[in-house]
């Protein structure tokens, strides 16, 4: 395929992830001299939070769909003028199915396409994980109807496709994607006529001091907030959508009040028509490809498991850095505060002294305390209530790849004495479709007594053909730039 790589070379740092954090890493460790190469599923840089329209739309102005446009668009500049130098490669369409140790740091094994030939491994000194996130998702009956979309998806339709999942869309969950997506919907023209929160945001306020700290962050959701208050969508804390009913498609949703553990109330319960539901809990750290390595984690405030690093983002295996959202969920100003203080690391281990040009400055230092002290308040105020099960009905599924229902869930726990996610997946299947765990992962910890998923370790972190695993080594292209990678990059 064109812009494969040749065997030659060995990259200085190699970045898993082309978001936020990925971007900024990779361009500020070119700036300290690194060879990098920045790796990404997608075809074009940016992640989740900067999607792009498709090219075929010839959308003529982005910058409306996305917060902080000038962000992307301003690394995205950089990044190509170290392409240019040599400095920098950008591979999209790379998938990362594997990190491997080896005596001169890792080798970084990709995909980029179904054929044998299509894997190619990449090898570098260090690697940074900048995998980002995923949404957490919480079962309801009526889950499974065409029309219901994570919030997540219901922005990424907008991005990448400029459609709507509907005319007529309740946005639901717990999280400030919520109030994104439900501002990005309505501007758009879709019809928003609730957005459903199950916390009451008074988490919030128990921090003045934190929210005092990040007032961008106060002016963002002000933002947000008038935009429904333009459109007239209302608010309805302390709720869920305990049901969605339809028989091809969602028609409508039944919303309830919730107590403080997440229960749904008798007798609260409100039918609202729509033609689409937008429904998320938050986000997830992905972050399979460290955890098969055998990184340490850490629980977050809302129970999600993130990689453990110390504050120069090193995570403990030797060599491995992460930045942004694997770190825990945190937002995007986060992440490209910690891909930049990640690269200065990097590039200070690697010249084996923290030289004064590699040293980041006291104000990024002081920037991406104060947003991680606001993503754990966040994570806090939005952790989901042990309650939220007693909207399932026995019929209700919560593996959705391999059609798995509460009923057996509770069979293997109740009867057949299963006492851990892990020993309900062998009895039930939950979690052993396409997936992988991703969408049922919470539900079937929480039905199996655990609070949430610990983490998962994953041979793959994504699908690989298996032409590709029966090519072994022999049938890899191993891995550098076609240019010279120059004496730095062979100095290990």
């Not at 740092?13 to 190469?37: E, H, I, K, N, S």
């Not at 075929?56 to 130098?85: F, Q």
């Not at 961008?216 to 869920?240: I, N, T, Y």
Request: glycine share 14%.
């Amino acid at each position: 395929m064109s812009g494969a790589f040749e065997a030659s070379g060995v990259f200085d740092l190699a970045v898993v992830g082309a978001g936020p954090a990925g971007l900024a890493a990779a361009v500020t460790a070119a700036d300290l001299g690194l060879r990098c190469v920045l790796l990404d599923g997608g075809q074009r840089s940016g992640g989740q939070y900067y999607r792009h329209p498709a090219p075929g739309l010839g959308a003529a102005r982005p910058d409306r769909l996305h917060h902080g446009w000038s962000v992307y668009t301003g690394l995205a500049e950089r990044l190509d003028a170290h392409e240019r130098s040599g400095r920098a490669v950008f591979r999209g369409g790379h998938q990362v199915w594997a990190l491997e140790r080896t005596g001169r740091g890792f080798a970084v094994h990709v995909t980029r396409g179904p054929e044998a030939g299509d894997r190619a491994t990449v090898r570098a000194r260090t690697v940074l994980l900048a995998t980002g996130a995923y949404e957490r998702q919480l079962p309801f009956p009526g889950w499974t109807l065409p029309g219901v979309v994570t919030a997540g998806g219901a922005q990424a339709m907008l991005k990448a496709g400029l459609v709507l999942p509907g005319r007529r869309i309740v946005v639901a969950g717990s999280g400030p994607l919520l109030l994104a997506a439900a501002s990005s919907l309505v501007t758009a023209g879709a019809e928003v006529p609730a957005v459903v929160e199950a916390t009451a945001y008074l988490g919030y306020a128990r921090r003045p001091g934190v929210l005092a700290a990040v007032p961008a962050k106060l002016v963002e959701g002000a933002g947000h907030g008038r935009a429904l208050l333009r459109h007239g969508v209302r608010l309805r804390p302390r709720s869920a959508v305990v049901e969605a009913h339809g028989t091809d498609r969602v028609t409508a949703v039944t919303v309830a009040r919730l107590d403080a553990d997440w229960r749904p109330l008798p007798g609260t319960g409100r039918r609202i028509e729509c033609d689409a539901l937008a429904v998320g809990h938050g986000l997830l750290p992905q972050i399979e490809l460290a955890v098969e390595l055998g990184a340490a984690t850490v629980a977050g405030a809302d129970g999600a498991v993130a990689l453990r690093v110390d504050a120069r983002l090193r995570t403990s295996v030797p060599g491995l850095w992460s930045a942004g959202e694997t770190n825990g969920v945190g937002g995007a100003d986060l992440a490209l505060a910690e891909g930049e203080l990640a690269a200065h690391a990097i590039a200070g281990d690697l010249a084996g002294r923290a030289a004064a040009g590699e040293r980041p400055g006291r104000s990024l230092l002081r920037r991406r305390a104060r947003l991680r002290a606001f993503a754990a308040l966040m994570a806090a105020a939005h952790r989901p209530g042990p309650g939220w099960t007693g909207w399932l009905r026995p019929d209700t599924d919560v593996c959705r790849c391999e059609e798995v229902p509460v009923a057996r869930i509770r069979e293997a726990v109740e009867e057949l004495g299963a006492g851990d996610p892990r020993t309900v997946k062998l009895l039930t299947r939950a979690g052993m479709g396409w997936c992988q765990g991703r969408m049922c992962g919470p539900a079937v910890a929480r039905l199996s007594g655990a609070d949430e998923p610990g983490a998962d370790r994953r041979p793959f972190a994504c699908p690989v053909p298996l032409a590709q695993l029966a090519a072994g080594a022999d049938g890899a292209a191993s891995v550098a730039v076609s240019a010279d990678p120059g004496p730095s990059a062979e100095a290990d």
